[in-house]
């Protein structure tokens, strides 16, 4: 928090955005604007859908918003824009949502430990090019313990 506020003094005629989930949150900055992402509605859920399926697959883009439609608990998930992220990504990949909400994250945990570094043209260093699926998991389980532990 102290280099975030020596940061501000040195460019304080520069704007900086700071980012964290709210569960996360433990400062409170003086001199910044605290703001919430605001909840998708219906329609901006629609024309996100719309959009990132668009060049690649339209049909899909329907059947996405068709399909959350009818499935009321993942359609709450859908007014997050990062989890509405999360739920376009697998159902890119199946073209339909899982059954249960670990079977989502598990799928898009996949996803992106698959291709996205891939789909994003990012080159890693050698040193990572070749981790499995399953070591990758292995490495954040053990990221996630020490954040979570400590």
Known sequence: ??????????????QFVITCRI?????TFERFTEVEVADFDEVQIAIFAQNWFRLNDPVKGESFIQKLKENKPI???????LLLTLLCLVFGEA???????SELYKEGLDVL??????????ERD?????LSLQRKEDLLSQIALTTFAG
Do not use: C
């Open 1 to 14: 928090m102290q280099q975030i506020l020596e940061i501000s003094d040195q460019f304080h005629t520069n």
């Open 23 to 27: 569960a996360a949150k433990e400062y």
């Open 113 to 122: 430990l698959k291709k996205w570094d891939a789909k994003r043209n990012i």
């Open 75 to 81: 359609q709450e998930l859908a007014t997050n824009p």
């Open 126 to 130: 050698q040193v990572y090019k070749n």
């Open 95 to 101: 073209g339909n949502f899982p059954v249960n909400r």
